[in-house]
């Protein structure tokens, strides 16, 4: 008996779509068993109370640089 995601077990595509934001989620998790290493999400946009993006990436990535700007620069510089 096959796993219950097993059915899509073929290599991600660019253009690739899904009906879900879980869908996707299991979708590369499944892919990055099967190749070795372990996905995670990451940060999302939204607009209008609608998720528009969301970034899944290799566990292994590490954390994104602090972006600055001249707003948070002197918060910066306390550090």
Known sequence: MEEENDERDDEPFIGQTFESED??????????????FVVRKN??????????RRDILCNRVGKQRLKVTTSN???IRSL
């Open 43 to 52: 940060r999302s946009g939204i607009r209008n109370g609608k998720t528009i």
């Open 23 to 36: 869908e996707t989620f299991v979708f590369y998790n499944n892919y990055a068993k099967q190749h070795g």
């Open 73 to 75: 620069l002197k918060e």
